[in-house]
């Protein structure tokens, strides 16, 4: 019913909000050599309070630097580093530096700010990138189409994230999330126990792939959307 999935929408924030601000701001700040593991095993409890459970199809390349994933809410965020264990390094516009709670967890985990509306953005993107595959060792995380979509439909790709990849010469993996919605929908605020499924596409390297590449990533991620829908596991 509409209104058990309004509770577990406002339970799921709560829960988010209490991990977020009483466990993972502190651990972080105290224990910053730890700041992996410490996202890792909380993003792990969240998932566990809001009855939702994951699924891998797929591996990770170990090798690849740069991953490109398709954006439904923060549940894309917790269920990656519920199932990673390396901490990345994600890439989010600058305004939500200055939110409460997020802000100060973005700032603390090292994460990479970009100004979409400066031009000047794209050189500091590219700095800050290659400063952390080269000297943190950390890859980045990035959403292509830029925001959130309203649905699983993927939004047109922004340019940025192709930018950084040809002229970094990074091996990019690509992963569709899916299911992540139906745990916690931000738009229409409702929430329900389910299946998180993280799928890992094939990774490359950016130096050997046509120039279409980032369309082509953009065509596979939408083929294994498709797949999912097919067999009804899209809600």
Do not use: C
């Not at 797929?58 to 199932?83: C, P, S, T, W, Y």
């Not at 279409?212 to 065509?219: A, I, N």
């Amino acid at each position: 019913m509409k209104i058990f999935a309004k509770i577990r929408f406002y339970w799921g924030a709560f829960v988010i909000s209490t991990i977020v601000g009483a466990g993972m701001i502190p651990l972080i700040t105290l224990f910053p050599k730890y700041k992996g593991v410490i996202m890792h095993k909380l993003n792990r409890v969240i998932l566990f309070l809001m009855g939702a459970k994951l699924k891998t199809v797929g591996k990770r390349d170990e090798k690849a630097n740069l991953f490109l994933m398709n954006h439904q809410g923060i549940m894309d965020i917790i269920a990656l580093e519920a199932v990673e264990n390396t901490h990345f390094r994600w890439v989010a516009k600058k305004e939500l530096f200055d939110t409460p709670w997020f802000g100060y967890l973005l700032k603390n985990g090292d994460m990479i700010s970009v100004d979409r509306e400066n031009k000047a953005g794209l050189v500091k993107l590219l700095k800050d990138a290659k400063e952390s595959i080269e000297v943190k060792k950390r890859a980045v995380a990035i959403f292509p189409e830029g925001t959130r979509s309203s649905n699983q439909t993927l939004l047109p790709f922004k340019p940025g994230a192709k930018i950084v990849a040809n002229k970094l010469n990074l091996r990019v993996q690509p992963i569709v999330i899916v299911g992540s919605k139906y745990v916690l929908n931000e738009h229409n605020k409702t929430g329900h126990s389910g299946t998180i499924y993280i799928h890992y596409l094939d990774a490359f390297d950016v130096a050997d792939a046509p120039k279409d590449w980032y369309e082509k990533v953009k065509e596979d991620m939408e083929k294994v959307i498709k797949e999912y829908e097919k067999k009804g596991i899209l809600r």
